[in-house]
């Protein structure tokens, strides 16, 4: 049975061997962190910064009680009515089993029961298929006219899919 606990320290380590090479690791980030590779105590002070507001929650998913996947919720307005995801991750040897779905499951769950959060967004990039067909199942859908953010990534322009779900 999956489990989304919060983040340790500890979890950094095998979070960052999960995200391949650059191509893929820009995929999960974006432009969040300013090198590659980053090193684990680059994501443990970039979490313990945005936390300070009590509005940033990083997660682990645990299989077992070993890590399988992970991912951030963060609210941006201080009414915490939604909850926006990031960092979305699986252990590359698990995925193909769900777990990116029932991780995002259980984070809908958490934002709406335990903060109160009404709809939950994220952003996938238009080059991460998988991706995106992983957030479908879990419940999201396009938005529709929404206006596409771009990421100049490796000297080409990466389009941002904006999706929600209604909690």
Known sequence: ???????????????????GDETAFRKWCADRYDHYPIMPQDMISQYAGASQNGRFFPYTACEDGIPVGHMIV???NEDMSTARFGF???????RGQGIGRKMLELAIRISAEKYGARQATLGVFANNE?????YLAAGFTDVPNAEKECYHIFGEDWLCTEMKCDL
């Open 74 to 76: 963060r609210f941006p």
């Open 130 to 134: 998988p991706a995106h067909r992983c």
């Open 1 to 19: 049975m999956m489990e989304l606990r919060d983040f340790i320290p500890s979890d950094a380590g095998t979070i960052i061997s999960w995200t």
């Open 88 to 94: 979305v991750i699986v252990d590359p040897g698990k």
